[in-house]
Each structure stands twice: as structure tokens, then as C-alpha cells.
């Protein structure tokens, strides 16, 4: 079969600038390079073609590949991750990062932007808001592993992925129930995970309704993968305005 859009389909790919790779989905690949992080989930990664998962280049390069296909794609600044815009470079007070030291090279949040500190001149900051990789050509080698058909398949791997771990769910009359641990509102991402999962869902796998179940159990449960709960859980606004400020796609 072919891959279309609208498709759930895994590949395994290296993406690399000047030669050189900055990503891969094989652990073994990316320990050879030295770019192996023990918070990466490794394997074949899935990818809901449409969903903006991929820069435009790539996505269109799988469109109307066969399911076993494997290939090399070298993509223009303008259909990866854009070209720079010198008007994205800000100067900003010191004050503004209070707490924080800023450093060039370092990544901010500012104004629901995500920027690079590139100097520091006085007691103002330079931000270059582009993205990190904007006005360079990308290339990818990629092999698309496999499709997935089931419907129920679908859901647990858009689980899997945007929620990070596993959970209980299943489809009752075009609604997706899905149940996890209490525990997690106690963690501030997993509001932001919820509302995405939940989007992800109904756009993707046309069900009407998300419904989410608090489970409570005996059993201490731990969200390997989610980074520790603060002092207190934020609101949802709270944290749809730090995620703004502290966001990276997924590549």
C-alpha cells in the first residue's frame, strides 16, 4: 500500500545538517554519533501524516511511498524549519529573565515565544526568536517500518506517544475512554498532555468525544517520564501559559 494523508505509519530516520547527524530514532545510531540521551524514547517513531508532526519537506516526501520504503530526502530551509528573519532578533532588559542568569546559546521563554539567547550587551539580552535550525538545508534518511490500520491500534499508539506512557483505554460508541492514575494531576504537563491527546484524537481518529477516568488504586504509581510535580498543580490556563513559554516539534 501506499502512504496518503491521513495515514498512521511508524519510520525510523536520521535527520542531519552539514553532514553531520542531530537526530535518529535508532539507539544504536545514536550512540555511534554521540547524540544518545537516556530521556529519548528510541524506535520507530509514529507519525499521523497531516498532523504537522514533520517539517513540510519530509512529509511530503513520504506521501505515495510503499510501506517497506526506504529513501534519503535532502530538504530546502523553506520547506524544513523556514528561512531567518532578522526582525525575530529582540533586544530585551536583563530584569526580564529575573531568576535566571541568560548565556548565549541558552533557551528562553518570552511573551509565549521561544528564543536563543545569542549576547549579551550591557545589561541588555539578545533573543533570536527563529528556530534553531532556520535557514539550513535538512537531510533525512528514513525507512517507513509499518502502517496501522486498527482503530483501537491507533488510539493506544497516540497514547503511547503524546502521553508518553501507556494507558487503559477503549472506544464505546464513538468516544474514547482512557484511564489513568490520579496521581498524575499532580503534574503539570500532564494538563497540557490531556488536552492535546484529547485534540489529537477526535481530529485524527474522527470519535466525537474524549473521556478521561481518575483511577485510584492502593498501588504508588510513578510517571517515569514526566518531569516532577512543583509545590502545588497549576491551573490549566496556568499551564497552557508556561507550556507557551517553554516550548520545541517535533522532529
Same mark, same amino acid.
Given at each position: 500500500m501506499t502512504v496518503k494523508n491521513g495515514d498512521f505509519i511508524r519510520i525510523d530516520y536520521t535527520e542531519m545538517v552539514d553532514g553531520q547527524v542531530i537526530a535518529a530514532t535508532d539507539e544504536a545510531?545514536?550512540?555511534?554519533? %554521540?547524540?544518545?540521551?537516556?530521556?529519548? @524514547?528510541y524506535g520507530p517513531h509514529l507519525i499521523v501524516l497531516? $498532523?504537522?508532526? *514533520?517539517? !513540510?519537506?519530509?512529509?511530503?516526501? *513520504? +506521501?505515495?511511498k510503499e510501506i517497506g520504503y526506504s529513501g534519503r530526502v535532502e530538504i530546502a530551509p523553506e520547506n524544513a524549519f523556514g528561512l531567518r528573519d532578522p526582525k525575530k532578533v529582540e533586544m530585551f532588559p536583563a530584569n526580564r529573565f529575573k531568576e535566571q542568569k541568560p548565556y548565549p546559546g541558552m533557551r528562553?521563554?518570552?511573551e509565549n515565544r521561544t528564543g536563543t539567547v545569542t549576547r549579551l550587551i550591557g545589561r541588555k539580552v539578545s533573543v533570536?526568536?527563529?528556530?534553531?535550525? @532556520?535557514?539550513?538545508?535538512?537531510?533525512?534518511?528514513? !525507512?517507513?517500518?509499518?502502517? +496501522?490500520?486498527?482503530?483501537?491500534? !491507533?488510539?493506544?499508539?497516540?497514547?503511547?506517544?503524546?502521553?508518553?506512557?501507556?494507558?487503559?483505554?477503549?472506544? !464505546?460508541?464513538? +468516544? $474514547?475512554? +482512557?484511564?489513568?492514575p490520579w496521581e498524575l494531576s499532580y503534574y503539570k504537563e500532564w494538563l497540557m498532555i490531556r488536552r492535546g491527546l484529547a485534540d489529537m484524537i477526535i481530529q485524527h481518529l474522527g470519535l466525537k468525544e474524549v473521556h478521561y477516568i481518575e483511577k485510584h488504586t492502593?498501588?504508588?504509581?510513578?510517571a517515569e517520564l514526566i518531569s516532577p510535580p512543583g509545590k502545588e498543580p497549576l491551573s490549566e490556563e496556568a499551564a497552557a501559559e508556561e507550556q507557551a %513559554?517553554?516550548?520545541v516539534s517535533s522532529a
Open positions: 545510531v545514536a550512540k555511534e554519533k %554521540g547524540i544518545f540521551s537516556e530521556d529519548t @524514547a497531516g $498532523a504537522g508532526q *514533520l517539517v !513540510k519537506g519530509f512529509e511530503e516526501d *513520504l +506521501i505515495g528562553v521563554g518570552i533570536d526568536f527563529n528556530h534553531p535550525l @532556520a535557514d539550513r538545508t535538512i537531510v533525512y534518511e528514513y !525507512k517507513i517500518v509499518e502502517s +496501522i490500520e486498527e482503530l483501537q491500534e !491507533k488510539l493506544n499508539a497516540l497514547i503511547k506517544t503524546f502521553a508518553r506512557m501507556d494507558l487503559e483505554a477503549e472506544i !464505546k460508541d464513538d +468516544i $474514547a475512554v +482512557i484511564t489513568a492502593g498501588e504508588r504509581f510513578k %513559554g517553554e516550548e
